[in-house]
């Protein structure tokens, strides 16, 4: 599957942008995606606008419970009974579970038709939808069929950002600070001196504090430092990813942390208490600062602002040393590891990354107990 040029947009005029996006595909059909709760939350902000006049609505079940083969399966039936032929378009309107799963259903039917990303959530806005990663959860792991491939365009659009309560700012903000640690030391302490709750300010759903019409939001000073943060983060994940779109090398590094976090994720769920992706991310990078401090010479002077910063605002997961081989086992099946061995990617500073390193279990078990008696 081949990779586009992706064109990234930070939104400042909604409706504008987005003609001008389905104007350039000029579709002969078009169709937007939903799950049911940007249905109800997400579609309002934009179901005015005349460049989506006459699409037809594509809606799946919300969460990644739904991330299923019967969801794509579903995509592809609709978009057959409504015509859609080589010329038609999917918009994605969602989280990162439609980008990925909307993004796969289109790369696909018909061997490919074109499609849009509007993510609706901060997580799928500087990290799912953009890069070109596609796909859906298969046979009890995440993400197992996929491929990678594009959208045409990707618009982030902040005013989505109204409908999303503070643990889902800052589950995509998890994501933001990880791409401060893998870039510059400016960008890494401009995200350690934002309020992050203060994306939240003014926060009143999506129906209320918009005006649809013109699509501006109601604080728009916020609003304005907001897309420069999320227009610098994005950068980061498009210089990467136009480095390496298929993850042979560097784009390793955007799994800063996610070799530990994930298996906190999996643990979570497992134990019947889901935690959010960025909190378990925000969780891991803990664990992986530390395993840097120690095994890559990461200056304790950049570890401890970091660790101040994810304590204050992520808290922690319970934890028992008794579940450290459960951890450990769920690293294994970690995508990134070769030949059945865990591979993280560490940091010898911020922006100095180191791809493919090898820790070991007593190391791992040492980041746990840091972890779980320093936080
Ligand atoms: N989420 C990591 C990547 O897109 O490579």
Known sequence: MNVNTQKVIISKDLQAELTAAIEAVGPDRLFVLTDTTTLALCWPVVDKMACLAGAQMITIGASDEAKTLDSVSHVWSQLQSGGATRHSLLVNLGGGMVTDLGGFAASTFKRGIRFIN???????????????????????????????????????????????????ILSGYAEMLKHG???????????????????????????????SNEGQPTDSKHDEALARLLAESVAVKERIVSEDPHEHGIRKALNLGHTIGHAFESLALAKGQPVLHGYAVAWGLLCE????????????????????????????MALDCREYDNLYELMTHDKKNVAGRINFTLLADIGEIRINQQVSKDDIFEALDFYREGV
């Open 181 to 211: 640690l893998i870039s510059t030391p400016q960008h890494w302490k401009e995200l350690l001196a934002f309020d992050v709750f203060d994306i939240c300010h003014g926060k009143t759903g999506a129906a209320e504090g918009l005006d």
């Open 118 to 168: 509007l993510p609706t959530t901060l997580l799928a806005m500087v990290d799912a939808s953009v890069g070109g990663k596609t796909g859906f959860n298969f046979g009890g792991l995440k993400n197992e069929i996929g491929v990678f491939n594009e959208a045409e365009t990707v618009i982030l659009s902040t005013l989505f950002l109204r409908t999303l309560d503070s643990h889902n």
């Open 289 to 316: 600062l530390y395993l840097s401090t120690k095994l890559a010479g990461f200056p304790r002077e950049r570890f401890y602002p970091t660790l101040q910063f994810i304590k204050e605002n992520y808290g922690s």
